[in-house]
């Protein structure tokens, strides 16, 4: 089955500096990906909807100054989250759509990226 | 490797019951995800479960068995805003999650 993977798995950074996660889709090229945010125990929060060549769309209330995607191919996306502070610590969590399904539902998730901002 | 199975579509009847079964092979675990998702819309959470046994909360309930790496979701008294799919996921031992691919749940009249 398609997989997703993500990279850092896991991250700890100062407060001010800025961080990149990466999301990959391994076997197929995904024309659309998606970054969330969770909180523990809570339903996934989307940020935004990034598609390849394209700018991403931002939910409400997300500041695309401070969380910088780029979806430079279709397997790549990168999330980057400037000047990070405490209350950017979360659990972040990309999906990726396969672009060669005619299935515009589904989605595969990745394993998500924990970040600490100390 | 580390592995979620959960069917890829069940159809069920308004009012009536349903079963989306979960099983699970993975290193280390800590905890299992229900999330509910409706088409172009992101995840809802649904249910966590880590100790063994059934959680109820309204007409959801969530069941856990560690040692059979198994876990299912009950719908009771389905009602059509609950065609959606349903996702399984497993927090493993470096607190990853591992998806299933989901269940998409079609209730018909």
């Known amino acids: 089955g398609a997989v997703v993977s993500q990279h850092p798995s896991r991250v700890i950074c100062k407060s001010g500096t800025s961080v990149k996660i990466e999301c990959r889709s391994l076997?197929?090229?995904?024309?659309?990906m998606f970054w969330y945010r969770q909180f523990p125990k809570k339903s996934l929060m989307l940020m935004a909807t990034s598609n390849e060549g394209s700018k991403a769309t931002y939910e409400q209330g997300v500041e695309k100054d401070k969380f910088l995607i780029n979806h430079a191919s279709l397997t790549l996306s990168t999330l980057t989250v400037t000047s990070a502070h405490p209350e950017d610590s979360s659990f972040y969590i990309c999906?990726?759509?396969?672009?060669?399904?005619?299935?515009?539902?589904?989605?595969?998730f990745g394993p998500g990226t924990r970040l600490l901002v100390l | 490797g580390q592995n979620i199975d959960q069917p890829t579509e069940m159809t069920a009847t308004e009012g009536a019951i349903v079963q989306i079964n979960c099983t699970y092979q993975?290193?280390?675990?800590?905890?299992l995800f229900w999330y509910q998702q409706h088409a172009g819309e992101a995840p809802t959470f649904l249910s966590y479960?880590?100790l063994d046994g059934l959680e109820e909360k309204g007409r959801f309930s969530s069941f856990l068995s560690r040692s059979k790496g198994y876990s299912y979701l009950l719908l009771k008294e389905l009602q059509m805003k609950d065609s959606a799919s349903y996702l399984c996921?497993?927090?493993?031992?470096?607190?990853?999650?591992?998806w299933g691919a989901g269940t998409k749940l079609i209730i018909k009249p």
């Open positions: 076997d197929f090229q995904a024309t659309t």
């Open positions: 479960n880590v």
């Open positions: 996921a497993v927090m493993d031992s470096n607190y990853q999650l591992i």
């Open positions: 993975t290193s280390g675990f800590n905890g």
């Open positions: 999906s990726a759509r396969d672009g060669s399904r005619g299935d515009q539902e589904t989605q595969y």
